[in-house]
C-alpha cells in the first residue's frame, strides 16, 4: 500500500515534443505528490509539488495533473530540451496526524532522452 | 539560495569499518532525512528526525543504522559495521514542514559510499 508505481522506464522525445510520465498511489493517506529530476552523480532536484485539493499546477513547461479518484499523478514536459534530459521521479508523502513523518515513498524513476 | 549539504562527497571503506555521513540541512528546517539510492534504483527512505529524536525508520533502518544532530547545524548518520550490500549513495534532506509551512523536501548532493 505504501507503494507508487512510475511508467515508463524510459522515454525517448524529439526536441519541441511533449513528455509525459505516469505515476499511480494506492494509500489515500498520501497528500503530497512531488517530481523531481535527477542528473547523473548528483541528488534529486525538487522540480515541482501539488497537493491533492487542486487538479493541476503549472510551472513554466512543466505540468503536474492529479486525478484524486483514481489515484493517480502525472508531469507534462511541453516543449522538450536535450537539457532536460534526466531521470524524474514522481514521489509521493503525508504530513497528515502525528504518525505521518512526511517520508517520500519514490517511484522507480523515468529515465527521459530528449533527441535534438 | 539556502542548500543542503554533504561531506564527504565519496567515502571507501572495508567491509565491517564504521563510516559517518555528515549533512548540513537548510538552516530554518525542522524535519531531517537520510535516504539511499542503490545505483539504477529508486531513492529509499532510510530515517526521519525531527525535535531531537527520530520519528520514523524504515525496515533497511537497522540496529548497525544511527543518526544524531550533535550540534544546531550537523546532522550524521552512522553505519557501525559496514557490509557490502550498504553501496550506495545517501542522501539528506531537510523539509521546513512546519503547520502553515511548506512540504518541500530538499536534497543534497549525496555521499557514494563503496564498501570493500
Known amino acids: 500500500q505504501q507503494q507508487v508505481k512510475q511508467s515508463p522506464q524510459s522515454l525517448i522525445v524529439q526536441k519541441g515534443g511533449i513528455s509525459i510520465i505516469n505515476c499511480a498511489y494506492e494509500n489515500t493517506a498520501f497528500d503530497y505528490f512531488p517530481w523531481y529530476q535527477q542528473f547523473p552523480g548528483k541528488g534529486p532536484a525538487l522540480l515541482i509539488a501539488?497537493?491533492?485539493?487542486?487538479s493541476e499546477k503549472k510551472e513554466g513547461r512543466f505540468t503536474i495533473s492529479f486525478n484524486k479518484s483514481a489515484k493517480q499523478f502525472s508531469l507534462h514536459i511541453m516543449d522538450s530540451q536535450p537539457g532536460d534530459s534526466a531521470t524524474y521521479f514522481c514521489?509521493?508523502?503525508?504530513?497528515?496526524?502525528?504518525?505521518?513523518?512526511?517520508?517520500?515513498?519514490f517511484g522507480q524513476g523515468t529515465t527521459l532522452q530528449v533527441k535534438p | 539560495e539556502p542548500e543542503v549539504t554533504q561531506t564527504p562527497s565519496h567515502q571507501v571503506t572495508q567491509m565491517g569499518q564504521e563510516v559517518i555521513l555528515r549533512c548540513v540541512p537548510i538552516?530554518?528546517?525542522?524535519?531531517f532525512y537520510w535516504y539511499r539510492q542503490i545505483l539504477g534504483q529508486k531513492v529509499e527512505f532510510l530515517v526521519s528526525f525531527y525535535n531531537n529524536e527520530i520519528s520514523e525508520k524504515s525496515e533497511i533502518f537497522d540496529d548497525q543504522f544511527s543518526v544524531e544532530r550533535p550540534d544546531g547545524s550537523n546532522f550524521t548518520l552512522k553505519i557501525r559495521s559496514t557490509k557490502l550490500e550498504d553501496s550506495a549513495m545517501y542522501f539528506c534532506a531537510s523539509s521546513e514542514a512546519e503547520a502553515g509551512g511548506t512540504y518541500e523536501q530538499y536534497f543534497g548532493p549525496g555521499t557514494r559510499l563503496t564498501v570493500t
Open positions: 501539488i497537493r491533492p485539493d487542486v
Open positions: 514521489a509521493a508523502g503525508s504530513f497528515r496526524g502525528k504518525s505521518n513523518t512526511g517520508k517520500l515513498i
Open positions: 538552516s530554518n528546517h525542522l524535519y
